[in-house]
């Protein structure tokens, strides 16, 4: 499969908050972005969500807490614009991609995210 384009919801854009799973305003307005420009787009697409945290707790916790924030997210697609369940796939790395180091607030902000990768 070929990306189209990809999306980051992460805390330091007003997103998923330490510790929570539940999507807030501002990833919601983002995912309705993503599906009109998916609705403008008639090709048969698929939608992978990639679930992450940062490094504090422990492993488990973290890969539990990276699912629940892709599921949150891939609940929100199917109950709100009707996205078909077979079309989403749902993964979580937890920890285990950080995009900044984990030594500072901010840091670990940005690696408290999910990634919406559209593919066709």
């Known amino acids: 499969r070929k990306l189209v384009f990809e999306v980051t919801l992460s805390e330091d854009q007003g997103n998923f908050k330490f510790g929570g799973a539940e999507l807030p305003d501002a990833a919601r307005a983002r995912l309705d972005q993503v599906v009109a420009q998916l609705k403008g787009d008639s090709k048969n697409v698929f939608i992978e969500i990639e679930g992450h945290t940062d490094n504090v707790g422990s492993k488990e916790i973290n890969q539990q807490l990276g699912l629940e924030r892709a599921e949150a997210v891939k609940r ?39 990634v919406v990768k559209v593919l066709s």
């Open 76 to 114: 929100y697609l199917y109950e709100q614009h009707q996205i078909p369940l077979h079309k989403i796939n749902v993964i979580s790395y937890g920890e285990d991609k950080p995009v900044s180091p984990n030594n500072t607030r901010d840091g670990r902000a940005q690696n408290r995210r999910v």
